[in-house]
């Protein structure tokens, strides 16, 4: 089955705006990843938030969950350029010892 | 700060050939996993493996696959007699641990060419 969807899947803003990317999932989980990728690099881990926190913070960026909505969101604050990359969140499944990815956002931040 | 690696980054195949992934977890990470991205769609798992053998794996990860450890630092990804459909990017992450705060570490990448 799907998990982590991700929207919107394709988001462009200007240089300085902030982002906003929501991820939905469909189990329970033990935690929730979002990962970055360039274009045809690997992935990077940004941020991890467990099952029983619902927001976190890392330099420019704000996680939150609501697992009652089984949701997440990514805020990215006075974007940059460099900023430009997809957005994938992934799931840590309960009782799995597998990530199961979206398909990501793929954010265009305009100088 | 360390990282995993992974070689080649590119492997172009010939239909029906046979081909080894390579992929060198941080040193003293103990899960190690494959995953796999076709060119525009999502990433998707393949194998989990702890302690010496597959912890788990998914539907795509039949017969033609395996994977291996065969020494302390490598942790290698076969696909025997290739298809066409396995052209795709070859992802290998490691984890500290399985405890819930642990994230997976990713490499680079091998892309995969089948012709």
């Known amino acids: 089955s799907q998990q982590g969807e991700e929207d919107p899947q394709a988001l462009s803003i200007q240089e300085g705006e902030n982002a906003t990317m929501n991820c939905s999932y469909k189990?329970?989980?033990?935690?929730l990843q979002w990962y970055r990728q360039n274009s045809g690099r690997g992935l990077v881990h940004l941020i991890l938030?467990?099952?029983?926190?619902r927001e976190k913070h890392s330099g420019r960026l704000r996680v939150t969950l609501d697992t009652s909505k089984k949701s997440s969101s990514l805020l990215i604050t006075a974007s940059r350029a460099a900023d430009t990359a997809s957005y994938f969140c992934?799931?840590?499944?309960?009782?799995?010892?597998?990530?199961?990815f979206g398909a990501g956002t793929r954010l265009t931040v305009k100088p | 700060e360390p990282e995993v690696t992974q070689t080649p980054s590119h492997q172009v195949t010939q239909m029906g050939q046979e081909v080894i992934l390579r992929c060198v977890p941080i040193?003293?990470?103990?899960?190690f996993y494959w995953y796999r991205q076709i060119l525009g769609q999502k990433v998707e798992f393949l194998v989990s493996?702890?302690?010496?053998?597959?912890?788990?794996k998914s539907e795509i990860f039949d017969d033609q696959f395996s994977v291996e450890r065969p020494d302390g630092s490598n942790f290698t990804l076969k696909i025997r007699s290739t298809k066409l459909e396995d052209s795709a990017m070859y992802f290998c992450a490691s984890r500290l641990t399985g405890a819930y705060n642990q994230p997976q570490h990713f490499g680079d990448g091998t892309r995969l060419s089948i012709l």
């Open positions: 189990t329970s989980i033990n935690n």
């Open positions: 040193s003293n990470h103990l899960y």
């Open positions: 493996f702890y302690n010496n053998e597959i912890s788990e």
């Open positions: 938030i467990r099952s029983n926190e």
């Open positions: 992934a799931t840590d499944e309960v009782n799995n010892n597998d990530m199961r």
